[in-house]
């Protein structure tokens, strides 16, 4: 070979290299921050998607038990009429049918509604990168408050009202019973008394033929008798 070169900055062509291997390692770490940025945020998605869906659940419940409260409060303010023993106590095994509803209410669907209302109270997403919780507990606190300390003690003060009427009217029916039983005692001992009265006028009225003394004697035992 009559001549050869070489670059005559090659230092600075291999201080670019390590600058771009420097940028490509900031790009793989930038990638993967960002990975982990995006995974963190699909998965607290995820999270917000399912307790949202629990507070429908939560609301969709408290609608049910509003309406059952109000279907029932209907008939607690209904008045019977009530003129007979039975239908009095018809009237109280329905009560105590709306009781026993009333008692498996709470202890199923209010139960659900203030299980599921602390389950979304305590659910928290918490990560190095971000945290959720759900914004408004106080309202889902509200519907379950609202349940227990409202709607619950106004269906028992009604139906305690109501037990109380009935009971009366059932008292009243006996009374009336036993008051016609009375009477009708009263009305058959009359009868028997005025057929009693009727027969001895009659017998009163027959002049029988005494011949002798000792027919006499007869007749006046039959008339002491």
Known sequence: AHSKYVYENQQALVAEEKRVDGLWAALDAAAVKAKAVMDDNLARNRFQNKVRLWVKTHADLHTDI???FLGRKDYLGNTEVISSVQ????QLSVLEAFQQE???MTQGSVAALKKLGREIRDARYKTDLSAWQYESPQEVLELETQVEQSLWPELDALAAEKQKMLEDDLAREQ???QTRLQVQNHVSAHEQLVGWCREKLEYLGTKEAVGTSEQAKVHLSLLDA
């Open 87 to 90: 239908a009095a106590g018809l």
């Open 175 to 177: 009374f009336k019973e």
């Open 66 to 68: 509003t309406e059952w």
């Open 102 to 104: 009333k008692r498996d």
